[in-house]
């Protein structure tokens, strides 16, 4: 009985781990070292949608910084009732129930999950496309990619993100993260 119970503390324990961020969030190398799955994934989400990598990462890294049961904050009643959370985004993309639901519907993926960064990475990819179609933002273009990802693709056509200092300067750090990536990614893979 002692064996299974130990057995079941390990299974439990490398469950937990793997549910953990990559601890070197601004070296792409060493996130795939820990996570080596996570390259075929973004692999397969270029070779299908054109979305590179360094894109994907960086725009998981800033959305939920590669957490993937992230969720957006709780919002309070009176500082001390909780009402909900400030929108339905969640897991490694931090996607929104509705966008999620189009995603699903335009690409037949009905069990694809937020939490699964294969399907995250995939949705990603789907939308730097649809992003791409509608709004001409090419696929290398971290910064305006980020901003229709953030603002949604009617958003982004309307400029809804004009004005909007600290979400320009969130696009900035994108782009910034997703040159880093790229030039690290160039030795380690």
């Not at 792409?28 to 070779?47: F, N, V």
């Not at 694809?112 to 933002?137: K, L």
């Amino acid at each position: 009985m002692r064996k299974y119970a130990i057995l079941l503390v390990l299974i439990l324990a490398s469950c937990v781990r793997q549910n953990q961020p990559p601890a070197r969030q601004d070296d792409a190398c060493s996130i795939l070292d820990q996570r080596p799955g996570w390259l075929r994934d973004m692999t397969k989400t270029e070779a299908v949608w054109g979305a590179p990598i360094h894109v994907q990462m960086a725009i998981i890294w800033k959305e939920s910084n590669f957490r993937s049961r992230a969720k957006t904050k709780r919002t309070y009643f009176l500082g001390a009732i909780p009402t909900g959370r400030v929108s339905s985004a969640f897991g490694f993309s931090q996607a929104l129930d509705g966008t999620w639901d189009d995603y699903q519907r335009a690409t037949g993926a009905k069990r694809a999950r937020r939490s699964d960064y294969g399907d995250s990475t995939d949705f990603i990819g789907w939308y730097m496309s649809e992003t791409n179609r509608r709004n001409g933002v090419a696929m290398d273009d971290a910064y305006n990619q980020y901003l229709a990802y953030h603002q949604g693709q009617g958003g982004f056509a309307r400029g809804s993100y004009r004005g909007k200092d600290w979400l320009l300067n969130v696009a900035r750090q994108v782009q910034n993260r997703a040159d880093a990536y790229e030039a690290q990614l160039a030795d380690c893979t």
